[in-house]
């Protein structure tokens, strides 16, 4: 401090010594050593005072600042960061639910596929056994009915024949003869014809 005082009083003295000796007055350039010095007395103390108390809280305010302004630009980074791995992730997610029901839809085609064509089988097997049930059926009442017309036929005919020859031939000879006669037509008939499935 005290070099600081000699180093600014040694040109006021300077200036004084070149100084015009006129009395009174100076204009607006003439130096006025007083004030000049109260002045930087002034200046001087106020600094010391400012670098005492003021100067560490405003750096303190300035440092505090400044590492709340990096740590938040390191948070901004670290956000983006994990901004950009979360939208890489939900990308891949969405790729991957995307492949998934794509290959959910190929199964699911694939399925109805197999069971549309299983469905038609078992209609082909079950028309066919149809069919056949029905051949079978069809047959089994076409033997019924034959039978029972030839039983029929046999009644009628014993009874035609029983009132032409009504005394001499008993009733079982003459079921018997038509039985046979009729069972060789049977045979004869039994014989699928060309145009019968």
Do not use: C
């Not at 056994?129 to 009915?145: F, G, M, Q, V, Y």
């Not at 009132?163 to 039985?179: H, Q």
Request: glycine fraction near 6%; proline fraction near 3%.
């Amino acid at each position: 401090m005290n070099a600081l005082l000699l180093s600014l009083s040694l040109p006021l003295s300077l200036a004084q010594e070149h100084a015009p000796a006129e009395g009174g007055g100076g204009g607006l350039m003439s130096l006025q050593i007083n004030i000049v010095f109260w002045t930087l007395i002034i200046f001087g103390a106020v600094y010391l005072i400012l670098r005492k108390y003021a100067f560490p809280a405003i750096l303190g305010a300035v440092e505090a600042r400044e590492k709340a302004l990096e740590q938040a630009i390191e948070g901004a980074k670290r956000d983006r960061d994990a901004a950009a791995k979360l939208l890489a992730d939900h990308k891949a997610q969405i790729d991957g639910a995307r492949h998934e029901a794509q290959k959910l839809i190929a199964d699911g085609r694939a399925v109805a596929e197999k069971m549309r064509a299983d469905l038609l089988e078992k209609t082909r097997t079950d028309q066919q056994e149809l069919l056949e049930r029905a051949r079978r059926d069809i047959a089994n009442e076409r033997d019924k009915a034959i039978v029972e017309l030839r039983r029929e036929a046999v009644d009628l005919a014993i009874k035609g024949a029983s009132k032409v020859v009504e005394e001499n031939l008993d009733s079982d000879k003459n079921r018997k003869l038509v039985e046979s006669f009729l069972s060789s037509l049977a045979t004869d008939a039994r014989r699928p014809s060309p145009d019968v499935r």
